[in-house]
């Protein structure tokens, strides 16, 4: 079936893994990549399927509402899969208006858009989809009631750590919003208003949730990507407070592999979280990135952890995030496909692969911009 998909974003970190997935196994899809190529934006994530007969790039800003107006139109844009957005939570404490307009006011903007164009046409919403990706950190922080860790309830083949949980509540789809970071109640604003649109206009949407990403071509100001090229090049690794606050990575392609089985088969107005019941502790995932890249540079065990540096904490610093997805393998059968470690040998091997791709990222305004961070803490 001939479909115009808009996916916005495409040109950053899960975006590119979404857009390349589509291009390349829906040849009858046109596929329209919106971003607006900020910091965190870059064509070079997209090389290899750049010239597919099915692709168009469009840079432009989803805060502009008549852009979005013009290119929904221009484009017969039928389903949105709506990535586009700034994602750090660090810069968001920095500058959070940023947050609102881009995230908040970017939403709308798209939203309005191809409200309006979809109510023009004869079939109306009729086989239409407006696809949020939204985040864990929407629902707050969980306790660490198990510091230790103790063995997880659920596991996927994503889980490893011995499937340690680190407490006993988790994220479900139904679990009250109540996000800390200007970064998090910027997306859970935005998530409201994706819901709003259905429930007043009947627009037909609907809501992921995920949690922490890893994998190739993540901006290097995130944990992991930050830390292999920080290893590689013999410079501190900053650890936030005691690197005791838990995360539950999930790998990128499988986040992917998640939005293209929701975006076909999940069901309108509902919302679905998508994780990998893998936990593990700042400080346990750090040692587990110094033992692999230490290892494929040929390094001594435990050469690079002399890099480790405990510094100031991040402000209002979520202790736990650990979403309960089982919802989406019951009633979608998505599964996880890598074992943590698995992933984690192929994300920093691409990372080591492509050091031409992270020399050009981190020279320039990048480096500038780290190096006063790092100062700060
Ligand atoms: P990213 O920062 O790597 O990429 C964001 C992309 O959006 C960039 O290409 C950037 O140029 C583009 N963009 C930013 N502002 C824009 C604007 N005003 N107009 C048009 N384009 C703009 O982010 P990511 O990590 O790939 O995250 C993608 C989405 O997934 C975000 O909505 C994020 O909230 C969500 N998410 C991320 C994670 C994660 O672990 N990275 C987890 C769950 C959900
Ligand atoms: P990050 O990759 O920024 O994702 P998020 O804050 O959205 O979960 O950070 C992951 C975890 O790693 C988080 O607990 C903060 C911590 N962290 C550090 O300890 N040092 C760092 O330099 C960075 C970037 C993050």
Known sequence: MKRNILITGGAGFIGSHVVRLFVNKYPDYNIVNLDKLTYAGNLANLKDIESKPNYTFVKADIADLDEMRRIVNEYKIDGIIHLAAESHVDRSIKDPFTFARTNVMGTLALLQAAKEYWETL????????????????VYGALEMTHPEGVPAPFTTKASSNDDMAYGTEFFLETTKYNPHSPYSASKASSDHFVRAYHDTYGMPTLVTNCS?????????????????????????????????????????????????????????????????????????????????VDRLLGNPEGYSEELITFVTDRLGHDMRYAIDSRKLQSELGWEPSLQFEEGIEKTVRWYLDNQEWMDNITSGDYERYYDEMYKNR
């Open 122 to 137: 004869t079939e109306k919403y009729e086989g239409k989809l407006f696809y949020h990706i939204s985040t864990d950190e």
């Open 212 to 292: 922490n990403n890893y994998g190739p071509y993540q901006f290097p100001e995130k944990l992991i990507p930050l830390f292999i090229n920080n290893i590689r090049n013999r410079k501190p690794l900053p650890v936030y407070g005691k690197g005791e606050n838990v995360r539950d990575w999930l790998f990128v392609e499988d986040h992917a592999r998640a939005i293209d089985l929701i975006f076909h088969k999940g069901k309108v107005a509902e919302t679905y979280n998508i994780g990998g019941f893998n936990e593990w502790k700042n400080i346990d995932l750090i040692k587990v990135i110094i033992k692999t």
